[in-house]
Nanobody
Framework: QVQLVESGGGLVQAGGSLRLSCAFS????????MGWFRQPPGKEREFVAA????????DYADSVKGRFTISRDNDRNMVYLQMNSLKAEDTAAYYC?????????????????WGQGTQVTVSS
C-alpha cells in the first residue's frame, strides 16, 4: 500500500516562500503521477499542481501558475512544491496525492492515494 507523508507547512507572511515535501513509500514511485491539492477553510479540495512519471510534464492551476513549482526526485521517492510570492488566499491544508495514470487528470476522484496533509497559513 502506498504511503504519503507531507512536511514543510507552517506560518509565513504574504510575499514569502515555503517548500512542501512529500515522501512516497510502498510502491514504485517512478510509475506514479504525483500531485498537490489544497483545501482552504470551509471550501472544497482543489487541484494545485501535478507532475508525470518522469517529470517531463507538469500542470498547474491558474491561481498558482508562475508562483509555484512542482518537482520530483525519483531516486529519493520525493515530490516537492516550491511556493513563492505567497498570498493570504493560499492558506489551506495541502495534500500530496499519487495516481497510477500516466497523464495528469485533475479530477480529485481519479487519484489513488492521499497523504494526511500539511497546513499552510499565509498572514497578510
Amino acid at each position: 500500500q502506498v504511503q504519503l507523508v507531507e512536511s514543510g507547512g507552517g506560518l509565513v507572511q504574504a510575499g514569502g516562500s515555503l517548500r512542501l515535501s512529500c515522501a512516497f513509500s510502498g510502491r514504485t514511485f517512478s510509475r506514479h503521477t504525483m500531485g498537490w491539492f489544497r483545501q482552504p477553510p470551509g471550501k472544497e479540495r482543489e487541484f494545485v499542481a501535478a507532475i508525470t512519471w518522469t517529470g517531463v510534464s507538469t500542470d498547474y492551476a491558474d491561481s498558482v501558475k508562475g508562483r509555484f513549482t512542482i518537482s520530483r526526485d525519483n531516486d529519493r521517492n520525493m515530490v516537492y512544491l516550491q511556493m513563492n510570492s505567497l498570498k493570504a488566499e493560499d492558506t489551506a491544508a495541502y495534500y500530496c496525492a499519487a495516481d497510477r495514470a500516466v497523464f495528469v487528470i485533475r479530477d480529485i476522484g481519479n487519484w489513488d492515494y492521499w497523504g494526511q496533509g500539511t497546513q499552510v497559513t499565509v498572514s497578510s
